[in-house]
């Protein structure tokens, strides 16, 4: 019996540590300047709502000098990465802060961001489990 409630437990804690809230930078830079480098201006990064699934950055640059540039927190179907057109830029990211860059490829994704932490917690499991037989 205790075997079951200690699994059910770590079960439930390698679910909460991988459905962690999403943090998005926030901003736009029709409101703040620094929105264009968030890190190196200062701007923190926002707790999304539950239903975010995804951190967006859509660049309009019109002017090579002055672009248009808005981050959010975003929730539904998206395209992993960016995707450009005349003078647009689109980049969608599901892990921490990630879009905090402008026109860049996209190189990790949540899952290995979190990896690390899952596996730890996996290996955990495995050798508690065993030293009970």
Known sequence: ??????????????????SQALHCYVCS??????????????????????????????????????????????????????TFSYATSTCACDYDECNYVDNSPITASAAAAKAPILLTLFTAACAIFLSFF
């Not at 703040?32 to 660049?59: F, K, M, R, V, W």
């Open 1 to 18: 019996m205790n075997k079951t409630i200690f699994i059910t437990a770590l079960l439930l804690a390698v679910y909460a540590a991988s």
């Open 29 to 82: 830079t029709d409101t703040h300047s620094g929105c264009s480098n968030p890190e190196q201006n200062g701007i923190s990064s926002t707790l999304c709502p539950d239903t975010a699934t995804y951190c967006s950055t859509y660049t309009v640059n019109l002017y090579d000098d002055f672009p248009n540039v808005v981050r959010q927190c975003k929730s539904g179907d998206y395209s992993y990465g960016c």
